[in-house]
């Protein structure tokens, strides 16, 4: 299957080449509404699937990029494992390959690492229609840029992965979350204060009224710590950091421009209008807003981070922050070294890639 379904994939890669084909690599399309509309022959990686290689004791898995997210990480649940970075479905289709491609992360980002940073190793093939492996199976350091994390977020626009080896972690045996009810800049100290101490958190959010405070780990750790933090535990819905993360709350579901965007935690409330909603211990805000893209983009800058319209009405503009200077030359240098002709996922990122 593997050899068969690669080389399919293979083969359409180099007729794309030597006919200057632009491509649309799709995986289960759970996430097509992310980015600038990209057009293009779809190639999907769907068929693609299956784990290669899973070694329990070494916290280790490496899995073919059409491989169904929940086939994996049922897998990795019943040796009481899981995916650190809590990646977002967004449909029972997402696959491995799009979920790294994307580069999502879930609200145990800020305390165990991002999707990139258990990434280890990747096969794909790139722009000249070349099978090249990246990293591997071995949790090392390395002098240089680690080439394999460059897929994490690069939409697809690098080459079409085939596989990838992540790291994994082991389940926490207990998770117990606080609630505590607060003004927004009494949220943003709230959750500075808790990220510094010495406490097992595993998720900081907080929806403009009620700061959620997710504790993870050994049971007798977690009792102890929310005993100390207080708060009341009775709000929380079980299944809310699910419903956050899947973008099932109500926060999320008007028909309006949802904006993604980054800063440090502790900065303070951005001067943007619309409705706001708070994650990963204040780092990540989801905003919801009319306001002029450029006005955005402009704050996200200010503040020392970035924003990118996560879903919006209109996908023909800026989508994700501008680049400028050094960082937009390397930025196309690597996409050159990649894929020279210019054929996978044009315009996905930016409009003129």
């Not at 790294?100 to 980002?109: F, H, K, N």
């Not at 607060?182 to 595993?202: F, N, T, Y």
């Not at 937009?328 to 990649?338: M, P």
């Amino acid at each position: 299957m593997q050899e068969t379904t690669e080389a399919i994939l293979q083969q359409a890669v180099r007729h794309a080449v030597d006919t200057k084909t632009p491509v649309n690599i799709t995986g289960g399309n759970s996430k097509a509404f992310l980015g600038r509309e990209s057009g293009g022959v779809t190639l999907s990686t769907r068929a693609h699937q299956g784990i290669v290689n899973y070694h329990p004791s070494e916290l280790i898995i490496t899995a073919r990029a059409g491989t169904l997210l929940s086939a994996m990480e049922q897998t990795l649940a019943e040796h009481g494992q899981m995916l650190a970075f809590e990646p977002p479905y967004f449909a029972d289709t997402a696959t491995l390959g799009g979920t790294i491609a994307c580069g999502l992360s879930g609200p145990r980002r800020p305390f165990t690492g991002s999707a990139r940073d258990f990434v280890l190793g990747c096969k794909l093939i790139n722009g000249k229609a070349e099978i090249v492996s990246f990293g591997g199976e071995v949790i090392k350091n390395v002098a240089g840029y680690d080439v394999a994390r460059l897929m994490a977020g690069a939409m697809g626009t690098l080459g079409v992965l085939l596989e990838v080896s992540l790291k994994v972690l082991p389940l926490p045996v207990l998770e117990l979350t606080s609630c505590f009810e607060l003004k927004p800049s009494d949220a943003i100290s709230k959750m500075a204060a808790l990220a510094s101490q010495s406490l097992p958190v595993s998720g900081l959010s907080y929806d403009g009224r009620i700061l959620y405070v997710r504790l993870s780990g050994a049971e007798k750790v977690v009792k102890a710590s929310a005993d100390k933090i207080g708060g009341d535990a009775t709000i929380a819905d079980r299944s809310f950091w699910r419903q956050l993360n899947e973008q099932r709350l109500d926060f999320f579901q008007e028909d309006m421009n949802l904006w993604r965007i980054v800063v440090p935690p502790a900065t303070a409330q951005l001067d943007l209008a619309g409705t706001w909603f708070y994650d990963w211990c204040g780092g990540l805000r989801w905003l919801k807003s009319d306001e002029p893209a450029q006005r955005i983009f402009a704050a996200a800058e200010k503040a020392q981070g970035h924003a990118d319209l996560f879903k919006g009405k209109d996908r023909s503009g800026d989508v994700f922050q501008p680049l400028a200077g050094t960082l937009q030359q390397l930025n196309r240098n690597i996409k050159r070294a990649f894929d020279p002709v210019g054929i996978f996922n044009p315009n996905r990122l930016y409009r003129d890639w």
